[in-house]
């Protein structure tokens, strides 16, 4: 039972325009989300996270949408650059101020920025 | 983010053998943690290692499978235990992030480490 869902598992866009991942989850006790944005033979790198008392973060060309009810996350990527070719990764955490940190991650969705 | 390495980076073994891959981050961390990525899946968390304590497995992984150290604040080892065909995957080490928040969940992972078995 997948509780953290990327369903694209490809995106393609053109370089300048916008690139929109989604992710949706199901377990209703995740409270915060992240990105990680993974390249070949490299860990994945954190990219940005919201936590579920706000349904917006920005930093620089990247934003992640949260939408409670719908359980449905969006990373927007603008403008999108070649660079940004990369496999991302959306994940959760239930955590509220506990110990246990586990992240839950999505299957991935590869991006690729043509120029 | 702390700069975490790994070795092996990659490795070709044969089944029944045991591989350890060592996690060594360059500040001190209260907790580290292993994760595995078979071939077109999604990270799976593997265990929570402690410095000074048991780790502590998610279901589906046991001790004797996948026994971990971490003798200090900075270093931390997997071992991969009498492989199969199956335990080919990526294993990605990963520390937890400070935050100027009170509360940060971030994670900061490691480069990996390819592991065949044939």
């Known amino acids: 039972d997948q509780q953290v869902k990327q369903n694209s598992p490809s995106l393609s866009v053109q370089e300048g325009r916008i690139s929109i991942l989604n992710c949706d989850y199901t377990?209703?006790?995740?409270?915060?989300f992240l990105w990680y944005k993974k390249y070949p033979a490299e860990g994945p790198t954190f990219l940005i996270s919201?936590?579920?008392?706000?349904d917006k973060n920005e930093d620089g060309r990247f934003t992640v949408f949260l939408n409670k009810s719908a359980k449905h996350l969006s990373l927007h990527i603008v403008p999108s650059q070649p660079g940004d070719s990369a496999v991302y990764f959306c994940a959760a955490s239930g955590n509220s101020g506990g110990s246990n940190y586990k992240l839950t991650f999505g299957k991935g969705t590869l991006l690729t920025v043509n120029p | 983010s702390a700069v975490i390495s790994q070795k092996p980076s990659r490795d070709i073994c044969q089944r029944g053998t045991s591989l350890t891959i060592q996690c060594q981050v360059d500040?001190?961390?209260?907790?580290m943690f292993w994760y595995r990525q078979q071939p077109g899946q999604s990270l799976t968390l593997i265990a929570t290692?402690?410095?000074?304590?048991?780790?502590?497995?998610e279901s589906g992984f046991v001790i004797d499978k996948f026994p971990i150290s971490r003798p200090n604040l900075t270093f931390s080892t997997l071992t991969v235990s009498n492989m199969s065909p199956e335990d080919s995957s990526i294993y990605l080490c990963?520390?937890?992030?400070?935050?100027?928040?009170?509360?940060?969940?971030?994670?900061?992972f490691g480069p990996g480490t390819r592991l065949t078995v044939t």
């Open positions: 290692a402690n410095q000074g304590s048991e780790a502590t497995y």
């Open positions: 919201i936590s579920s008392i706000k």
């Open positions: 500040s001190q961390v209260t907790m």
């Open positions: 990963s520390v937890l992030g400070t935050g100027s928040t009170t509360v940060s969940y971030e994670q900061y």
């Open positions: 377990n209703s006790m995740f409270d915060y």
